[in-house]
């Protein structure tokens, strides 16, 4: 049976703990956000994008690579692939094997300068192999970087300077994923929690200043795709780890397993966070994959545990991959990647809602794993307003109910550079800071101003 692509562990993170990230205000320090949870609290952002478009501030060269930008103050951290031999080419069956180096990169935020850049060798021997797939993490004046073959950077803010690294292969004797390790670093406390592979390493947590190894854990047939994150449930904090088999809840100061739920995608492919919601006063979890697999679980409120409410079938639900959806009050808010479709889901009964491709592919056939990565940015006037950063390219802004999708315009910012089942996308998370939108593909990163102190007429 043909394997299906997926590989971004692009999947988000759900409505986390805000656990310590070191940063307050405007800052975009991670996947995700402060909170890892998609949400963007900044003032002062437009409310409509209108017909003429919005300024783009700068566009600056980049290489290839599924990661998103992370910024703290005026600095911005990215992660590219710089390819020297070899051919690219996306078959979701067959590893590229290249040759070429993995790169992470600081600019100004203000002009698009760049400040410093850290590049290693870095053959390639994975499926879709643009570039590295993670988010650079940024805390305590350092970047901690996964690259797409599984080597694990921690570096000086300041100037990129290397101050230890690991190399999931060769110390957990770690398989690369054929779509590449793609699992967002995690920092709680004083441990930098990756997904990394291996016999009992599936999680392994390293001290985030010294590098040493502090717990390892889990078992699986493979690591999955899906990033590590924190959850507060039964009045404890709990660390979510979803591998190809199981979805795990284990203690994150020890590694020790709270409880395990059988949840097994096709191909592998955990890979959106599971999403913490609330239903008739008790905490639910929903998680879902290709292959049409997916459950809400009800969680227990006196000791860590969780119950499966309902599991989805062939025409309810929605089966999440390379974009997280969210649990706003009621409703499930997502793409479906079999249709590709953005659908909502009544959150108690599994039932579709609606459902458009409109913010995906933009066009009246849905297009498997049709994409567009979303970001809330509630206001009191305006709860249901969210960012789509399209496939397509197309930064949208629009409100997003249960009743219906509704657009407040947008704006073709980059153009598509990959390719997915013969048709063109550009696959990478957006960050928001500083009332901007900083967003790339595999040649330029471009910084869009949201800002109302500019003038977008």
Request: contains cysteine; negative net charge; glycine residues 10%.
């Amino acid at each position: 049976m043909k394997r299906i692509l997926i590989f971004v562990a692009l999947s988000t993170a759900l409505s986390a703990l805000p656990y310590n990230t070191g940063v307050q205000g405007d800052d975009w320090p991670q996947w995700q956000g402060p909170n890892r949870d998609g949400i963007w609290h900044e003032q002062g952002i437009i409310e409509h994008i209108p017909e003429n478009g919005l300024p783009i501030l700068w566009r600056v060269p980049l290489g290839g690579g599924y990661s998103g930008p992370a910024v703290t103050g005026e600095r911005l951290y990215v992660a590219d692939y710089i390819k020297t031999e070899g051919a690219l080419e996306n078959n979701p069956n067959n590893r590229s094997l290249l040759s070429g180096a993995e790169r992470v990169l600081c600019f100004d935020t203000t002009t698009g300068k760049e400040l410093w850049k850290h590049e290693y060798d870095c053959p390639y021997s994975i499926s879709y192999a643009a570039g590295p797939r993670c988010t650079p993490t940024v805390h305590d004046d350092r970047v901690y970087a996964l690259g797409s073959e599984g080597n694990f950077l921690c570096l000086d803010a300041e100037n990129g300077k290397l101050l230890w690294e690991k190399d999931f292969k060769k110390d957990y004797d770690a398989s690369t994923p054929i779509w590449g390790f793609c699992g967002h670093p995690l920092i709680v406390d004083d441990l930098v929690i990756c997904v990394v592979g291996g016999e009992g390493s599936v999680a392994v947590a390293f001290d985030r200043v010294s590098g040493t190894e502090r717990w390892r854990a889990l078992t699986a047939s493979e690591q999955g795709y899906c990033p590590p994150t924190i959850i507060e449930s039964a009045g404890i904090q709990q660390l979510l780890i979803w591998d190809a088999d199981n979805l795990n809840s284990l203690e994150p100061a020890t590694g020790r397993q709270l409880w395990s739920e059988p949840l097994k995608p096709m191909y592998g492919m955990s890979i959106m966070v599971p999403q913490l919601g609330e239903l008739n006063d008790d905490q639910v979890l929903f998680a879902s994959g290709i292959g049409k697999i997916g459950a809400l679980y009800s969680l227990a409120k006196d000791s860590p545990g969780a119950q499966v409410v309902w599991r989805g079938g062939p025409k309810n639900a929605m089966y999440c991959a390379n974009s997280t959806p969210f649990i706003e009050k009621n409703t499930i808010y997502g793409c479906d990647c079999q249709t590709g479709m953005l659908t909502a889901v009544d959150l108690e009964s599994g039932d579709r809602l609606w459902e458009t491709s409109v913010p995906t592919s933009d066009t009246d056939r849905p297009a498997k794993h049709g994409t567009a990565f979303l970001i809330r940015q509630p206001l009191p006037k305006d709860p249901s307003r969210v960012w789509l950063f399209s496939e397509t390219g197309d930064l949208i802004l629009a409100r997003l109910t249960r009743d219906a999708y509704e657009e407040r315009g947008r704006m073709h910012v980059l153009e598509p550079t990959n390719e997915c089942f013969g048709r063109s996308v550009v696959w990478t998370h957006p960050a928001f800071a500083n009332g901007c939108c900083f967003v790339r593909n595999d040649k330029e990163l471009v910084c869009v101003s949201l800002s109302v102190k500019h003038d977008h007429n």
